[in-house]
């Protein structure tokens, strides 16, 4: 199970504003860059604030913001005729871009360290990887958890409201880059079964 399950029922609620968005001429590839932006502006702001805790309670605002921003571009793609083969480049990498720099502020607090976000970054894009690699072998753009992207938002939104609010940060907390690597390497795993059962039952 995975929260990307919710996502049609979270499709629903927007679906309002994407087509008063529509109609007001924004494009899918608008909103896609402004989420990216968006993303590395509100990291500089918590990376560029020394020791002021609870700028990180940004994150859970804007997470669920950026949230809300890419299933409004996928739907402004898909059910108003703005899909593109740029769109689907700006898609991909700027996910990437904007999961990279929301939990690089992760590794200026302990316990969590340099290293082991920079392990979850790059796993979390080794993940995407592997969710879009489906297409080119022959099997759909793979979702499949238990840490996709909207997951991975969710635990680190709950982590930048529990450091915000000045909750304390003990040692064992640093347990949770570890088991967020292993769900990552499962995921990617995952993800690479499934979409090579996927073509074999089209075989």
Known sequence: ????ALKPRFQN??????????????????????AAI???LVALVIMGTDETRWVFLLLPLWLL???????IDGMLAREF????????????ICDVISDAVLYAPFAMVEPFGPIGIA????LSALTEFAGVLGPMVGASRRYDGPLGKSDRAFLFGTLGFWIGIGAPLPACLGLIVPVVAVLLA??????????????????
Not at 81 to 92: C, F, K, T
């Open 1 to 4: 199970m995975t929260i990307y």
């Open 13 to 34: 609620l927007l679906r309002p504003v994407v087509g008063r968005l529509a109609h007001a001429g924004v494009t899918a590839n608008q909103v896609t860059l402004a």
């Open 38 to 40: 968006g993303s590395v």
């Open 65 to 71: 913001l950026r949230m809300a921003l890419n299933a």
């Open 81 to 92: 005729g703005q899909q593109s083969r740029l769109g689907a480049y700006l898609n991909e």
């Open 119 to 122: 392990l979850v970054i790059f």
């Open 186 to 203: 499962v995921t990617m795993v995952n993800r690479i079964r499934a979409g090579l059962r996927e073509i074999e039952k089209k075989a």
